[in-house]
């Protein structure tokens, strides 16, 4: 059973940056898709980038909320998937998490505060 493990969440000032992790305990996921999704109280949901596997390219994908402000990487030396979070808002405040699609495996969240 594969674990993903999320890290690197925090309280930042707007305009700050921050810089996720997701990992996997068990069996690597080097050659999976990864997304990375964001909750925020009373709301769904969202979806805020992906990564897609060695087959795809390892293309990324971001949301327009986040275009030109986050990047979504691989760490191929500690098989993590990154999520560089630069020029952070108020509204980016939520639960981060992120999810292997083809297993649908979630992690349990890491808790960012965007806040003066």
């Known amino acids: 059973q594969v674990q993903l493990v999320e890290s690197g969440g925090g309280a930042v000032q707007p305009g700050g940056s921050l810089r996720l992790s997701c990992r996997a305990s068990?069996?690597?996921?080097?050659?999976?898709?990864i997304d990375w999704y964001r909750q925020s109280a009373g709301t769904q949901r969202e979806w805020v980038a992906s990564i897609l596997g060695f087959n795809g390219g390892g293309t990324p994908r971001y949301s327009n909320a986040v275009l030109g402000r986050f990047i979504i990487s691989r760490d191929i030396v500690k098989d993590a998937v990154i999520l560089h979070m630069n020029t952070l808002k108020p509204e980016d405040t939520a639960v981060y998490y992120c999810h292997e699609p083809t297993r649908d495996y979630w992690g349990q969240g890491t808790q960012v505060i965007v806040s003066p």
């Open positions: 068990g069996s690597g996921f080097a050659m999976s898709a």
